[in-house]
């Protein structure tokens, strides 16, 4: 099981950025993170895969556990050994490289032995890919390029895949696509921790669900749960009061018409 308690980033030494935040992911399950632009989302992927370093960020609070070991202060390469991979945001595939370069690279942390057979399950998953193996990533539509993505971390055999926005920027029909193979990752044993911005999709892939706000968690529950809270329904799947920008401004909404009528 993943675990985070009480965790706090801090950004340049000056911005905190995640204030007291505390979740957890089960093996096998499928959790989703939510909120606004800036609510931390993203910081809180990078606390757990050790990125933190690269953008000047650093844990001063908190921990961040997996299957009862800390991940803090440990390289990335050796989080990437223990079981966990990321498909960041922007799918950040190497665009100079070839598709199969680029599947090449995910395997990096492992052994040479069983890599071919793994790239000719991926090729299976994904027939595309195997038809461009050999063409740059960087000519691959927006949809083929997020196939790579997670391809690409699934290759390096996770029990933990944390996904960060996969349906971003993603035609509806390949949304639904995307949203199929998460839960056919999910199927086959590999848990997931899933920040989207489409949160209908996202909730009803999920078993559970944390909303994130400035840093906090304003909200926690069972993917059912929250898809019946009134408040989540009107902000998160698309019935907001107008002008409302976060989860706590459409409760002051709701309370202000109930004042007013």
């Not at 953008?55 to 079981?83: A, E, F, M, N, Y």
């Not at 595939?93 to 598709?99: G, H, K, N, R």
């Not at 898809?227 to 401004?249: H, N, P, Q």
């Amino acid at each position: 099981m993943l675990e985070l308690a009480n965790l706090e980033v801090v950004y340049h030494a000056v911005v905190l950025v995640l204030k007291g935040v505390s979740l957890e992911v089960p093996d096998g399950g499928i959790v989703a993170l939510l909120g606004p632009n800036g609510a931390g989302k993203t910081t809180t992927l990078r606390a757990i895969t050790g990125l933190l370093d690269v953008h000047h960020g650093k844990v001063t609070k908190g921990k961040v556990s997996w299957g009862g070991r800390s991940l803090l202060d440990q390289r990335p390469d050796v989080i990437v050994r223990g079981g966990i991979a990321q498909v960041m945001e922007g799918r950040r595939i190497l665009a100079d490289l070839t598709v199969e370069e680029n599947l090449r690279a995910g395997a990096y942390s492992r052994d040479r032995a069983g890599t071919r057979a793994d790239l000719e399950r991926c090729y299976a998953r994904f027939p595309i890919l195997a038809e461009r193996r050999h063409q740059q990533a960087g000519y691959l539509s927006g949809g083929e390029q997020q196939m790579l993505a997670i391809s690409r971390a699934l290759i390096a055999r996770p029990r933990l895949l944390l996904l960060d926005e996969p349906s971003l920027g993603l035609a509806p029909k390949l949304q639904h696509e995307v949203a199929r193979l998460i839960a056919e990752i999910n199927a086959e044993g590999v848990g997931i921790l899933l920040v989207e911005q489409n949160a209908a999709m996202a909730l009803d892939l999920a078993h559970r669900g944390y909303i994130l706000e400035n840093g906090k968690v304003v909200l926690d529950g069972t993917a059912a749960e929250l898809r019946a809270d009134k408040d989540i329904r009107e902000f998160y799947l698309g019935l907001g009061g107008a002008g409302a920008r976060s989860y706590r401004e459409v409760k002051l909404y709701r309370r202000r018409k109930r004042w007013l009528s």
